[in-house]
């Protein structure tokens, strides 16, 4: 059984579950207690403050954890990173009245920084050579500058919208955080073995994400150009249609790539172009 802490209230909170359903980590309905057994899946998943997740990791009061990397840098030591998950994106940013003109972070040597994450703030101004004051407040750090208890502050932005209604800007970005999966650097055999599993799961459904696959009709003259365009994972489908001359191709295309691939099998003549989502996707 593989003990995994995830945040049990907050902004990581449904899309972990999410995930982790995707995944075929299922929870039984109903009932949130703090520890819930997976319904088909050798896992309990427990529910913890996003703070304390780094730490039970670390200590194997869990065996595994998903928590913003901006929390698992703060808690130093212990755990192991494993994975970033590509959700909960946010950055970890220095900001300062508006009014302050500003050029280089020189700016911050011998100010004093309020924030809730010293030993991140405290690594980025030692690589940096910057030697400011670093006053560590656990909650509405941006409020800090205006009460006059800070120069600045070092916090989570997102869209910016609370340091603007504080009269603060944005001026240096310190670390670009995502969700992360984390585990403790000792499991056992078994419970290595189940988030080797995990892992697995994980990846087929983030290779999935970003791709489609794609069924169209072709005359048989144009298949050559079309597996230039199509690469596919090994290489396209193709299948005979009833009618003489014209085959049915599948192909796996990427997202990013989509409209600029429609176009091109447009312009040769291809038709009956379907465009389907995928669900997970194994290599
Ligand atoms: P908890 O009660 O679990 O301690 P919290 O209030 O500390 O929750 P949340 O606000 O739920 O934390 O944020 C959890 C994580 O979500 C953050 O640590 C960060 O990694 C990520 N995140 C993504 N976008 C934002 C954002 N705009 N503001 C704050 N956190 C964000
Ligand atoms: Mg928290």
Redesign the pocket.
């Known amino acids: 059984m593989l003990r995994i802490a995830i945040?049990?209230?907050?902004?990581?909170n449904e899309e972990t579950l999410n995930l982790l359903q995707e995944a075929g980590v299922r929870l039984p309905s109903a009932k949130r207690t703090l520890l819930i057994p997976a319904k088909d899946f050798p896992a309990e998943l427990l529910f913890l403050?996003?703070?304390d997740i780094p730490q039970a990791v670390a200590d194997g009061v869990a065996d595994a954890g998903i928590v913003?990397?901006?929390?698992f840098l703060e808690k130093q030591g212990g755990a192991e990173m494993i994975k970033r998950l590509g959700f909960?994106?946010?950055r970890l940013s220095l900001a300062i009245p508006k009014e302050e003109d500003y050029k280089t972070l020189s700016w911050f040597n011998g100010k004093k920084i309020a924030t809730s994450y010293p030993v991140v703030l405290s690594d980025f101004l030692k690589k940096n050579a910057i030697k400011a004051e670093i006053h560590t407040i656990s909650g509405s750090v941006e409020i800090a500058p205006g009460i006059g208890l800070a120069d600045a502050i070092f916090d989570?932005v997102?869209s910016g919208s609370t340091l603007m209604s504080n009269h603060l800007k944005e001026v240096e970005t310190a670390l670009h955080?995502e969700?992360v999966l984390i585990a403790n650097k000792s499991l056992n055999g078994e419970k290595e073995r189940i988030l080797k599993e995990l892992i697995f799961r994980v990846d087929a459904v983030q290779t999935a994400e970003d791709k489609k696959y794609i069924l169209l009709n072709a005359p048989n003259s144009v298949l050559p150009e079309i597996f230039n365009i199509l690469p596919g994972m090994r290489s396209p489908t193709v299948v005979p249609l009833a009618q003489e001359g014209w085959s049915s191709v599948h192909s796996v295309i990427d997202e990013k790539r989509f409209w600029e691939i429609i176009g091109k099998l447009k312009n040769l003549g291809t038709e009956g172009i379907l465009v389907v989502p995928i669900e997970k996707m194994i290599l």
């Open positions: 945040q049990g209230k907050g902004r990581l403050r996003d703070d913003g990397e901006n929390e909960g994106k946010c989570i997102s955080s969700a």
